[in-house]
């Protein structure tokens, strides 16, 4: 099954001086030692973008990859991370997490809630895989690295914050689609898209803060900038 995930996991653009044979060879060897160490886990798909996502940024070192998903799996970690539980057999702590998102949804965005819920969009097409995969398999490389800074400094609930404000940030372009199918298009386009933005250069053009609400407004010109979900979600937090 690792196997089989692997040539969808890594693409040759991140360090281009590592031949795609060996990444793959580095992920297989990652994915199945933490296998081993853990039967009762073992491997299931979703880890595989987790562990590219360190290997990437650690320059393909095995050793500090492997100690990391370790440290990210650990029960001893369980106040924090522990996102075994997002894995092992009828994930339980996926499941706890979407009911929170679900909950926290409601209260904050309840028109888009209740637009999700007539579209009857699947939660493991976008929410699911966005808090299951901590968003490895959607943002790219770069901005995933900004968001982890502040997952890994905050804890595991950021990703839940994180998400909230992602959609009220295009509440308004998400309120417009009409099915399932285009609701998780947009969602799946809007991230490889320059709809999005990861500079910082914008701020003292146009960033204002609203005193009554205590939300910084993300959007100028049809672009939402990343640094900017990633404060509100931090005051959210």
Partial sequence: QIKKDLN???????????????????L????????????????????????????????????ETYYMLISLFSKSFDTNYNIRGFFIESFPLLDCYLYIFDNILTKELPHLNNHIQHLDVPKMAWIGKWIQTLFTICLPHEMNIRVWDSLLSLDLFFIISFSVCILQSIEKHLMKLQDA???TEYLKNFFNSSLINNSMNHYNDY???????NVIHCSHKNVVFLEDIILNAQKKH
């Fill in 207 to 213: 960033k204002s803060l609203s005193k009554e609400e």
């Fill in 181 to 183: 199918f285009d609701f």
């Fill in 8 to 26: 969808r996991t890594l693409n040759d653009e991140d360090s281009k001086d590592i031949n795609i044979n060996n990444k793959e060879k580095s």
């Fill in 28 to 63: 297989y060897n990652v994915l199945r030692s933490l296998a081993k160490i853990d039967p009762v886990l073992g491997y299931c798909q979703g880890i595989n973008f987790i562990a590219g996502f360190l290997l990437t940024i650690s320059e393909y070192n095995e050793t």
